[in-house]
Nanobody
Framework: VQLQASGGGLVQPGGSLRLSCVLPARIYDIDTMAWYRQAPGKQRELVADISSDYSIRYADSVEGRFTISRDKAKSTVYLQMSSLKAEDTAAYYC?????????WGQGTQVTVSS
């Protein structure tokens, strides 16, 4: 099973995008949902994650600009991105973890450019 991510695209600096990621399967014990990103020539890095008790962590580089949220009933995680910068350009990957498995999305490209 692969996560299905959507919402990427081309946006001007200062703009906003909302990414969504859904698990197309009936799995009820999702612990952590997260977004990672990988820019060309760089390692994949954690952008934000949210646990089953809704505790949240953000990378310092996106704190105050990005908001992660989850809809437990829909097995969906969102990433609202605002005040986007050129350095946010990357492929964004969603990630889910349960007690026994991990799931990755296929990546959605975000390009911030004028």
């Amino acid at each position: 099973v692969q996560l299905q991510a959507s919402g990427g695209g081309l946006v001007q600096p200062g703009g906003s995008l909302r990414l969504s990621c859904v698990l197309p399967a009936r799995i009820y014990d999702i612990d952590t949902m997260a977004w990672y990103r990988q820019a060309p020539g760089k390692q994949r890095e954690l952008v934000a994650d949210i646990s089953s008790d809704y505790s949240i962590r953000y990378a310092d580089s996106v704190e105050g600009r990005f908001t992660i949220s989850r809809d437990k009933a829909k097995s969906t995680v969102y990433l609202q991105m605002s005040s986007l910068k050129a350095e946010d350009t990357a492929a964004y990957y969603c990630y889910f973890r349960t007690g026994i498995a991990e799931y990755w999305g296929q990546g959605t490209q975000v390009t911030v450019s004028s």
